[in-house]
């Protein structure tokens, strides 16, 4: 059963363990679709958090943080890379969660290459989208933390946060 908003409107720190072991569904415009059991995130928290993207307050680019919980904040790195976040928490304080491992695929830039995703996605609502969307899954328990990634731009005190959450890779 597909998540509904509510399950995205909690705060930040709250979802990103709980996605760990839900199935994001992709469907592609043939009909195929592709189905993998997310086991990493990371989670960016508002414009007090250094390391989030609205750090410097609400831009083109970040604008979808600022909506309730439950949308897709896409963005590009390197020119090359596109990014999946989750968009969680309440109206006006951008929180998301960045997908960074699902099924076999490890990073974040091959996940969403693996899942053709790319700017048309920004803003996607996971709760009615026919494209993409987050399955229930039994909770996992069992993971461990570790500091954020790729974040240098960022305070130290901000850099070392265990706000990494990482549940075994599933074997398929």
């Excluded at 509904?4 to 679709?33: H, Q, W």
């Excluded at 609205?54 to 309730?68: E, K, L, S």
């Excluded at 974040?151 to 850099?159: E, K, L």
Aim: charged share 25%; proline share 5%.
């Amino acid at each position: 059963m597909r998540l509904t908003n509510n399950f995205y409107r909690l705060d930040v720190i709250e979802v990103a363990p709980l996605l760990l072991g839900k199935v994001l569904v992709r469907c592609f415009d043939d009909g195929s679709m592709l189905k993998v059991p997310i086991w990493e995130v990371e989670a960016y928290r508002g414009e007090e958090d250094l390391a989030c993207h609205a750090r410097f307050g609400r831009t083109v680019r970040n604008d979808v943080m600022y909506h309730p919980g439950g949308y897709v904040y896409m963005y590009l790195i390197y020119g090359m890379y596109w990014m999946l976040n989750v968009v969680t928490g309440d109206e006006n304080h951008p929180q998301a969660v960045l997908v960074r491992g699902a099924g076999s695929y490890d990073g974040p830039g091959k996940l969403a290459k693996a899942l053709q995703l790319d700017r048309s996605f920004y803003g996607e609502d996971l709760a009615t989208s026919s494209r993409i969307w987050i399955e229930d899954a039994p909770v996992c328990t069992e993971y461990t933390t570790a500091p954020r990634v790729g974040i240098d731009y960022a305070p130290r005190s901000w850099r070392t946060i265990h706000w990494r959450f990482i549940a075994a890779r599933p074997s398929l």
